[in-house]
């Protein structure tokens, strides 16, 4: 049975699975590690590049990763250099399908003039051709084709660039957000972001039993579609998995989430105008490109870190780990604000590559309820769903129109995040909140999600009418009765 | 003294949180503000034995809207006059 869309996510789980097992083991030596490519990579036939011996190289590559990655690279993403294929660059290219046609609609939709036609076929300059692509959709033939690395198609903040020499993807960390689409799109599976999973293991057995301290789990919302083409593997028996692992507790983030949403709506009564923080890689791409704005994200935790606080107010000794579908909230865990109370951050790929190691069979367990937060908090794992909360937060607050009217705008994906941020940074915008949510559908797109379905919204929809708390205010209730 | 109310998935959805305001509402009907101390838990494992609650270092199962002015007085009010 396969977990995952695509085989490179199903070749890095095989080697986080086996990396947890010899950490649940507590049997991580060298000489065990060194074994874990042959593991993979048994002796016989090569199943995806020239030889065994590559495919081995590009394990270890990846059992690195799985310990940590590389100390001296801050950028939680990495590039495996011997996986890196080499993928063609180059660039627009006219091909045999070119017939030589007399409409020229290439050379003429051409801003730089980088089209000729030679003995009756178009021919691009190179030198003059900036890539913009428009020559191969207006071409009748489909004939002009646009060969761009799909790393560097992927990453829509220019981050990747290709070494001359090398021919290798290279991140630049001064523009990298950490955002993943590299790591979801790279054919070869040749980036990878860095996996803490060997901690949350020691983290997990040094509790004994969660009896010297207790190990919360936090799981995002987008856990409801995670087995979206698993029908027998229910979130509820998710849960059982989860604690089976060795967690004491499994809660919510869209708790968190509602908590957040009420404290946004205070907020942007009183600013009048704001960006959502939920979004590590949003928050990030603001802070790097759009700087004169950035005093108007949201000053809100995310609901990742307003739960983990509440937590440790709580429990002062517990531990918490988060579970999600983001590769940006490992880096969101090491801001200041944050890492008082987010002890580790995992993925959904890796929380699968434990319940392996463990050999939990998911479909047979029975189930665990899981109720912390009200539907609003649930549909933060999709794009829109922030919004709804923050409109249902007012409404609950009694703001009337002629207190404030919230104009937000949903911006789903980081292309139309671009827009309304250049807008905004311009003074232009007409909308007064904007909710940035850096993945495509929201945190149901992230890129360390198991599914990437269509069916995905509308499993976190009907989960989220599941809730027993109906609004708001009821689900973050408890927390006034608490602390008094 | 320290209550302890668990709000964990499964006495959640067993209406903990109606217990965890009747308690509030009978420390301050009893003006023990100064002596008990309410706060909230995410689960204290009982799960399959109804709504669980913590007095100091006493677990207490089973614990609904229909006796819980009866373990107060008992585990709560008498200890503390």
Same mark, same amino acid.
């Given at each position: 049975?396969?977990?995952?869309?695509?085989?490179?996510?199903?070749?890095?789980?095989?080697?986080?699975?086996?990396?947890?097992?010899?950490?649940?083991?507590?049997?991580?030596?060298?000489?065990?590690?060194?074994?874990?490519?042959?593991?993979?990579?048994?002796?016989?036939?090569?199943?995806?590049?020239?030889?065994?011996?590559?495919?081995?190289?590009?394990?270890?590559?990846?059992?690195?990763?799985?310990?940590?990655?590389?100390?001296?690279?801050?950028?939680?993403?990495?590039?495996?250099?011997?996986?890196?294929?080499?993928?063609?660059?180059?660039?627009?290219?006219?091909?045999?399908?070119?017939?030589?046609?007399?409409?020229?609609?290439?050379?003429?939709?051409?801003?730089?003039?980088?089209?000729?036609?030679?003995?009756?076929?178009?021919?691009?300059?190179?030198?003059?051709?900036?890539?913009?692509?428009?020559?191969?959709?207006?071409?009748?033939?489909?004939?002009?084709?646009?060969?761009?690395?799909?790393?560097?198609?992927?990453? %829509?903040?220019?981050?990747?660039?290709?070494?001359?020499?090398?021919?290798?993807?290279?991140?630049?960390?001064?523009?990298?957000?950490?955002?993943?689409?590299?790591?979801?799109?790279?054919?070869?599976?040749?980036?990878?972001?860095?996996?803490?999973?060997?901690?949350?293991?020691?983290?997990?057995?040094?509790?004994?039993?969660?009896?010297?301290?207790?190990?919360?789990?936090?799981?995002?919302?987008?856990?409801?579609?995670?087995?979206?083409?698993?029908?027998?593997?229910?979130?509820?028996?998710?849960?059982?998995?989860?604690?089976?692992?060795?967690?004491?507790?499994?809660?919510?983030?869209?708790?968190?989430?509602?908590?957040?949403?009420?404290?946004?709506?205070?907020?942007?009564?009183?600013?009048?105008?704001?960006?959502?923080?939920?979004?590590?890689?949003?928050?990030?791409?603001?802070?790097?490109?759009?700087?004169?704005?950035?005093?108007?994200?949201?000053?809100?935790?995310?609901?990742?870190?307003?739960?983990?606080?509440?937590?440790?107010?709580?429990?002062?000794?517990?531990? =918490?780990?988060?579970?999600?579908?983001?590769?940006?909230?490992?880096?969101?865990?090491?801001?200041?604000?944050? %890492?008082?109370?987010?002890?580790?951050?995992?993925?959904?790929?890796?929380?699968?590559?434990?319940?392996?190691?463990?050999?939990?069979?998911?479909?047979?367990?029975?189930?665990?309820?899981?109720?912390?937060?009200?539907?609003?908090?649930?549909?933060?794992?999709?794009?829109?769903?922030?919004?709804?909360?923050?409109?249902?937060?007012?409404?609950?607050?009694?703001?009337?129109?002629?207190?404030?009217?919230?104009?937000?705008?949903?911006?789903?994906?980081?292309?139309?995040?671009?827009?309304?941020?250049?807008?905004?940074?311009?003074? =232009?915008?007409?909308?007064?909140?904007?909710?940035?949510?850096?993945?495509?559908?929201?945190?149901?797109?992230?890129?360390?999600?198991?599914?990437?379905?269509?069916?995905?919204?509308?499993?976190?929809?009907?989960?989220?009418?599941?809730?027993?708390?109906?609004?708001?205010?009821?689900?973050?209730?408890?927390?006034?009765?608490?602390?008094? | 003294?320290?209550?302890?109310?668990?709000?964990?998935?499964?006495?959640?959805?067993?209406?903990?949180?109606?217990?965890?305001?009747?308690?509030?509402?009978?420390?301050?009907?009893?003006?023990?503000?100064?002596?008990?101390?309410?706060?909230?838990?995410?689960?204290?494992?009982?799960?399959?034995?109804?709504?669980?609650?913590?007095?100091?270092?006493?677990?207490?199962?089973?614990?609904?809207?229909?006796?819980?002015?009866?373990?107060?007085?008992?585990?709560?009010?008498?200890?503390?006059?």
């Amino acid at each position: 049975m396969t977990y995952f869309d695509n085989d490179v996510q199903q070749l890095k789980y095989e080697v986080l699975s086996e990396i947890a097992k010899l950490a649940f083991e507590n049997s991580l030596t060298t000489e065990n590690l060194l074994d874990v490519a042959s593991i993979i990579v048994p002796e016989g036939e090569a199943r995806m590049r020239c030889c065994i011996y590559k495919e081995r190289a590009i394990v270890n590559e990846r059992v690195k990763l799985a310990l940590g990655g590389d100390s001296k690279n801050p950028n939680l993403v990495e590039v495996l250099k011997i996986a890196c294929d080499e993928c063609p660059v180059d660039g627009i290219v006219v091909t045999q399908s070119c017939r030589g046609c007399i409409a020229h609609k290439c050379a003429n939709i051409c801003p730089k003039n980088a089209i000729t036609i030679v003995n009756r076929r178009a021919v691009i300059e190179k030198s003059k051709c900036v890539e913009c692509g428009r020559c191969a959709t207006v071409c009748s033939y489909n004939a002009i084709v646009k060969l761009i690395r799909p790393c560097v198609n992927a990453c %829509k903040v220019n981050a990747i660039s290709i070494d001359k020499d090398t021919k290798k993807a290279v991140i630049k960390n001064d523009k990298c957000i950490s955002c993943g689409s590299c790591v979801y799109h790279c054919p070869f599976g040749a980036i990878m972001d860095k996996s803490y999973i060997t901690q949350a293991v020691r983290m997990i057995r040094e509790a004994d039993d969660n009896k010297v301290y207790k190990i919360y789990a936090i799981v995002a919302p987008s856990l409801v579609s995670q087995y979206a083409n698993i029908p027998e593997i229910t979130t509820d028996k998710v849960v059982t998995a989860i604690k089976q692992i060795g967690f004491h507790s499994v809660i919510e983030a869209a708790l968190g989430a509602d908590m957040v949403a009420a404290m946004e709506a205070e907020e942007l009564v009183e600013k009048g105008f704001l960006t959502s923080s939920c979004c590590p890689a949003f928050v990030q791409f603001i802070r790097r490109n759009y700087p004169t704005i950035a005093g108007n994200i949201s000053h809100n935790l995310s609901p990742m870190a307003q739960l983990a606080k509440v937590i440790k107010q709580m429990d002062p000794t517990g531990k =918490v780990v988060f579970i999600g579908p983001c590769i940006a909230k490992k880096a969101e865990r090491r801001n200041e604000n944050v %890492k008082d109370y987010v002890d580790c951050v995992l993925t959904f790929e890796e929380m699968q590559a434990m319940f392996q190691a463990k050999k939990i069979d998911l479909e047979t367990l029975e189930e665990t309820a899981l109720d912390n937060a009200s539907y609003f908090g649930r549909i933060f794992a999709h794009s829109g769903g922030l919004t709804t909360a923050v409109g249902q937060a007012l409404k609950e607050q009694n703001i009337t129109t002629e207190q404030f009217t919230c104009k937000p705008l949903i911006c789903n994906g980081i292309s139309e995040c671009k827009t309304a941020l250049l807008k905004a940074s311009k003074g =232009v915008l007409s909308e007064n909140f904007i909710e940035g949510m850096i993945c495509e559908g929201g945190c149901i797109g992230g890129p360390a999600c198991l599914s990437h379905s269509s069916k995905d919204k509308n499993l976190v929809d009907t989960y989220g009418h599941q809730a027993i708390e109906k609004t708001i205010a009821n689900a973050i209730s408890i927390f006034d009765e608490s602390f008094m | 003294m320290n209550i302890y109310v668990c709000i964990g998935s499964s006495c959640h959805q067993k209406s903990s949180y109606s217990v965890m305001k009747e308690i509030k509402y009978l420390i301050i009907e009893n003006g023990l503000e100064e002596k008990v101390n309410l706060q909230s838990a995410f689960c204290l494992g009982h799960c399959a034995n109804g709504i669980t609650i913590k007095i100091d270092d006493e677990i207490v199962t089973g614990v609904g809207m229909g006796n819980i002015r009866e373990i107060f007085k008992t585990k709560v009010l008498d200890i503390c006059k």
